[in-house]
């Protein structure tokens, strides 16, 4: 007698499935046909080409990387180990206002750009030059992209950028932004921290993030101060959101600076405040230090710095700033001077903070890493397990499924993304299976480059890309543009 039952390409058995909503957990089998999730429930009279036995594991949905500086890793290392093997399959690219597009000066990006494009092979004159660079390289995982205002900065006003655009410039931006969503990028990112941003005036980046609404994009920002002007920048970020009505996320949110331990309390409070009229969320890290740039103002307010990467003297790289100085037998203020540019770790945040904001209503979680840096931050490989393994684990600081949820179904939500996020019939298949019993960050600030514990399985559009601790090399990864979220 023929079988009436369809045969899937998989089912994945036995698993306790977090579907990524934040409801209970449940026990299932979810079965994969093509690159969808076609059936979830008792399939135990199904039939399929391949099996993967989940007894003991969590099912969850792949991990949404929402906050990346992975632009060109894609391009240069599209295994993207340091992302799959940590549970992510889909990283967000293009924040703090560094985008590979639109980019046309000739030659290898210059000033902040450096910090994810050290060659111009990695850059492109249009979004679609750029996204058909990412799409030959074939990423093992998913990618899609926001567009940086530093970018367009750059590419309108030349080299003088230490002053406010002008009008004509903020229109010739405005268009620039346009032509990218509607070749695919899901919104604008500021970094009005950094030079050449933070000389911008907020109406500048209201004029040119006004055209977000009607092309549904969202407004990531990396505000103007995460110090001791938190608050101010906050409410700048929300007057941004407000004068342009569209999804705001606040970036890597932190209180940097032993003056301003404790401020997490003010600050969320504030934007809950926010929320009932407005639309704002924001993504955290689950580290005590943070990365970018080698700057003296950061360095001040650091108790510790280290050194990730320096042109002029790469020797220095995962070496103390202290011992820098006194090895080059010079102040700490020329020793920045002399290794730059570079790129540093500052140890600056409170534990009590993290773990207030990460729990806090609207919060993801992203993990900010810098593929380039020649000893990155441990975040880079570690993020996610280490938010499931120490604080959902062993610290307790919220459920299973909570965490799950904002590595997944709520980042898709806020992003706009319909189709991924969840564990439902229908979505796309990006599964992560792991061991909530191991599950842990194993990258260190001294060896940053190791990868996770607890990541048995990886599926990647319904194809394994992770499995028994290593990459398949199954490349099958997409470069997705905004219209293709809700398809």
């Known amino acids: 007698m023929i079988s009436q039952h369809k045969i899937y390409d998989c089912i994945v058995r036995n698993g306790l499935v977090v579907d990524g909503s934040g409801r209970p957990s449940f026990l ?14 008792d399939l135990s009279s199904e039939q399929a080409e391949r099996q993967i036995d989940a007894t003991g594991l969590v099912v969850a949905p792949g991990f949404i990387d929402v906050h990346t500086h992975d632009d060109a890793s894609l391009i240069m290392r599209p295994e993207m180990t340091a992302k799959l093997s940590q549970g992510v399959t889909m990283v967000i690219c293009g924040n703090c206002g560094i985008s590979g597009a639109p980019y046309s000066s000739v030659g290898n990006p210059p000033g902040l750009l450096r910090l994810v494009f050290k060659s111009d092979q990695f850059v492109a004159k249009s979004l679609q030059e750029y996204m058909t660079k990412v799409t030959l390289a074939e990423p093992a995982i998913n990618s899609v992209f926001l567009t940086g205002h530093t970018t367009l900065r750059m590419n309108v006003m030349g080299e003088d950028l230490e002053r406010a655009a002008t009008e004509e410039e903020v229109d010739e931006m405005r268009a620039q932004l346009v032509e990218c969503l509607e070749q695919g990028s899901i919104g604008l990112s500021t970094g009005l921290f950094y030079p050449p941003a933070f000389s911008a005036p907020t109406q500048e980046v209201i004029g040119v993030a006004s055209v977000l609404k009607e092309h549904k994009g969202v407004y990531s920002t990396h505000m103007r101060d995460e110090a001791d002007y938190v608050v101010e920048s906050i409410n700048e970020t929300l007057e941004i959101g407000r004068a342009i009505d569209v999804p705001v996320i606040i970036s890597h949110h932190k209180c940097q600076g032993k003056s301003n331990f404790g401020k997490s309390v003010e600050t969320l409070a504030l934007l809950e405040t926010a929320r009932k009229t407005q639309n704002v969320a924001l993504d955290v890290y689950p580290y005590t230090a943070c990365s970018t ?11 510790t710095t280290l050194i990730t990467w320096s042109d002029p003297y790469p ?39 993290i773990q207030r904001i990460m729990c806090s209503p ?21 993020t996610f397990p280490r938010v499931l393994g120490r604080y959902v684990r062993d610290l307790n600081i919220m459920s299973l499924e909570d965490g799950v949820h904002r590595m997944t179904g709520l980042s898709a939500r806020q992003f706009g993304i ?3 996020g969840l564990i439902e019939v229908g979505r796309y298949a990006d599964l992560t299976i792991f061991d909530s019993k191991t599950i842990i960050d194993t990258a260190t600030y001294e060896s940053p480059t190791i990868a996770a514990t607890g990541i048995e399985c990886v599926i990647v559009n319904g194809q394994v890309a992770w499995e028994h601790g290593s990459n398949t090399m199954n490349r099958a990864g997409r470069v997705l543009r905004r219209q293709d979220l809700s398809d």
Not at 30 to 41: E, F, M, Q, W, Y
Not at 362 to 382: T, V, Y
């Open 28 to 41: 299932a089998d979810v079965a994969i046909l093509d690159d969808r999730i076609a059936k979830i429930g």
């Open 418 to 420: 319909e189709n991924r």
């Open 362 to 382: 609207g919060a993801m979680i992203g993990s900010d890493g810098l593929p380039e840096d020649q000893h990155p931050h441990p975040r880079l490989w570690g």
């Open 315 to 353: 020797e220095f790289c995962s070496k103390d700033l202290d011992e820098v100085a006194k090895t080059l037998g010079c102040s700490l203020s020329d020793a920045i001077l002399k290794l730059q540019p570079a790129g540093a770790i500052y140890f600056m945040m409170d534990e009590a903070d």
């Open 293 to 303: 740039v080698l700057n003296e103002s950061m360095v001040d307010k650091a108790v």
